[in-house]
């Protein structure tokens, strides 16, 4: 078996780091000079390979949005000639055109490799077994992990997305022991675990879980930590950065490490576009400096986060970044205060009573918005017990003021009765007019 603890590159010291860095953007400026759109920017800009002397000439360049991936659908960043692709992953394109992103052969085994060094930092070998509960096909997290598995040398279980119980049976009769589920998924799979009378702490060989693509709080991750009895990673992708594997949780489970061998990455203030410092919130910027068919220079990922100021204990030398707060469209903005559904689901999850299924609803009633949050029950409580759901309501609402300085409407609601999407959870309904 190869080993994936990649010393060498993971504990790099940050000048060769860097160094490296600039050698691979000067590679991957010269591989985009070939393709139609980062051709003609860098002819206006005159940037070439030889003009790139440090990380600084990183901002000579203008930023990427996802518009452009759209209005140059679909092959217009190839850099590449079309023989040499060998997969496109597209994304859903609910509006407008959808996004599309090329990958040589060279491309799948470097994302791979990204995939498989995530899982073996935090312990999964090739005596695993991995199950995969996400959908194969265009959505990433599906022949992303799967690739990675497989170089790692685990047993792989492809059991793609939905049929909980089929999943469970795989599980338990595969001895499956780690596990990739967005987090939504991996708390309706421990439903169906209660509801099958199995107790996946003691009836299954579950020992590590993958969970990532949708925004958690940390109070869902130790949630999902003791429904399962297992350790809960991080993991952070996205397609247009390939997909699983930019940015992991190691063992410390505090903050993501970013592949800085794979990526450069900026934070910048989403409104100003100015880089701010460690530590502070802001949106943030990624570069592929490894990547050949479709190179993207400063591409806004619209997610907000921050680097994690010092050194990791673990010795990686990659810097981590801190759990996605969620991304800037997801910003409720609500009488004038700004409001992530992250920080609710913060406050929920700290209430036993309660079950891991909500959603948030705005509405503008007599010209006034107003908020509803609907939260589903654990199976601890009764419904028809009115004086503890009214106490519990009442603390709940308490709570969300605090955190988010308005006073929402909280309404308890059974188990199972909120609406449970296949894919991502959708937590937010906003009913406004001008919305
Ligand atoms: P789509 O854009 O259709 O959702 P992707 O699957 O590429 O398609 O989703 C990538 C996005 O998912 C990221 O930009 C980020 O907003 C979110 N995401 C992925 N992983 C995480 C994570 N670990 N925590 C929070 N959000 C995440
Ligand atoms: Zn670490």
């Known amino acids: 078996m190869k080993e994936y603890w990649q010393e060498e590159l993971e504990t790099m010291k940050r000048p060769d780091l860097e160094k490296l860095q ?10 985009a000079m070939n393709s139609p759109f980062y051709g003609n920017i860098f002819k206006e800009r005159k940037i ?12 000579r360049f203008p930023f990427t949005v996802k518009d452009d991936l759209r209005s140059h659908y679909p092959f217009g ?34 994302w791979a490799n990204q995939v498989a060094r995530c899982m073996y930092m935090v312990g999964v070998r090739n005596t695993d077994v991995f199950q995969n509960t996400s959908g194969y096909g265009m959505f990433t997290g599906g022949l992303g992990f799967q690739y990675g598995a497989e170089r790692l040398g685990a047993l792989t279980v492809p059991a793609a997305a ?3 119980r089929r999943q469970i049976k795989f599980i338990m009769d595969f001895g499956t022991t780690a596990v990739h589920a967005i987090p939504s998924y991996a708390t309706r799979l421990a439903e169906v675990f209660m509801e099958m009378g199995i107790d996946p702490r003691k009836d299954t060989k579950l020992k590590t879980m993958f969970i990532g693509a949708e925004p958690h709080s940390e109070e869902q991750r130790k949630r999902i930590e003791q429904l399962f009895g297992v350790k809960a990673y ?24 970013i592949w800085e ?20 919130i802001g949106e943030m910027v990624l570069t592929t400096i490894n990547r050949e068919a479709m190179p993207l220079f400063r591409y806004r ?3 907000l986060t921050c680097i994690i100021p010092g050194d990791c204990p673990c010795g990686r030398t990659h810097r981590r970044i801190a759990r996605i707060k969620g991304r800037s469209d997801d910003m409720m903005i609500v009488k004038g205060v700004n409001i992530f559904p992250i920080q609710i689901e913060k406050i929920l999850m700290n209430f036993k009573e309660l079950g891991m299924n909500y959603l948030i609803t705005i509405e503008t009633i007599e010209n006034n918005d107003e908020m509803l949050v609907e939260v589903e029950l654990g199976d601890t409580v009764r419904v028809d017990d009115y004086a503890l759901l009214q106490n519990l309501t009442k603390a709940i609402t308490h709570q969300l ?29 906003d009913l406004r007019k001008n919305h």
């Open 22 to 31: 600039v050698e691979r953007l000067k590679k991957t400026v010269e591989l």
């Open 77 to 110: 960043l190839s850099s590449v000639p079309l023989e040499k692709v060998v997969r496109l992953h597209s994304s859903s394109g609910t509006t407008g055109n959808p996004t599309v992103i090329l990958h040589t052969q060279k491309d799948l085994d470097e």
């Open 401 to 429: 003021k605090d955190e988010i300085l308005l006073t929402p409407k909280v309404k308890l609601v059974e188990r199972g009765t909120l609406p449970q999407s296949d894919g991502k959870a959708v937590r937010v309904k």
């Open 261 to 280: 061998d794979y990526v450069i990455v900026e934070i910048v203030n989403p409104v100003t576009l100015e880089p701010v410092k460690d530590g502070e």
């Open 162 to 164: 939905g049929n909980s």
């Open 48 to 59: 070439t390979p030889e003009s790139i002397k440090s990380l600084e000439d990183l901002q």
């Open 234 to 257: 991080n993991s952070f992708g996205m397609s247009e950065m390939n997909g699983p594997g930019v940015a992991f949780e190691c063992k410390e489970q505090n903050g993501l490490h």
């Open 301 to 303: 990922t619209r997610d």
